[in-house]
C-alpha cells in the first residue's frame, strides 16, 4: 500500500516558478514508478511527467519539456515536480501517481494517486 501527498501549489504569475513535491508512504516507495499529471478545469486529466524507480528514466509532455523537471529523493520518499516559466495554460490540479511499473504511470492507470494540489498561474 502506498499513500500519496502532495503539496506546493499555489498561486505565482505568469513566468514563474514552483515545485510540487510528492510525499509518499510505504517501505516500498524506492521500487515504484512516480508520475504527475494535471487537470484543469472543465477538462480531462493529462499525463506531464514521469520517472522510474531509480530515477535514471524520465518522461515529460511535449509541452513542458525544457521548463519542467521531474526527480526523486528515494531517501525522503519524495518525488518533485520542479516547474519554470509557468504560463496560464498550466493552471490546473496536480495530482502525482504511483504504480510499479512506469508504462502504467505513463498512460494513466498507476494503482495509486495523491488527492491534487492546486497550481494557477496568472497572466
Known amino acids: 500500500q502506498v499513500q500519496l501527498v502532495e503539496s506546493g501549489g499555489g498561486l505565482v504569475q505568469t513566468g514563474g516558478s514552483l515545485r510540487l513535491s510528492c510525499a509518499a508512504s510505504g517501505r516500498t516507495f524506492s521500487t515504484y514508478a512516480i508520475g504527475w499529471f494535471r487537470q484543469p478545469a472543465g477538462k480531462e486529466r493529462e499525463f506531464v511527467a514521469a520517472?522510474?524507480?531509480?530515477?535514471?528514466?524520465?518522461y515529460y509532455t511535449d509541452s513542458v519539456k525544457g521548463r519542467f523537471t521531474i526527480s526523486r529523493d528515494n531517501a525522503k520518499n519524495t518525488v518533485y515536480l520542479q516547474m519554470n516559466s509557468l504560463q496560464p495554460e498550466d493552471t490546473a490540479v496536480y495530482y502525482c501517481?504511483?504504480?510499479?511499473?512506469?508504462?502504467?504511470?505513463?498512460?494513466?492507470?498507476?494503482?495509486?494517486w495523491g488527492q491534487g494540489t492546486q497550481v494557477t498561474v496568472s497572466s
Open positions: 501517481a504511483a504504480d510499479s511499473k512506469i508504462n502504467s504511470v505513463r498512460i494513466g492507470a498507476a494503482e495509486y
Open positions: 520517472i522510474s524507480w531509480s530515477g535514471s528514466l524520465t
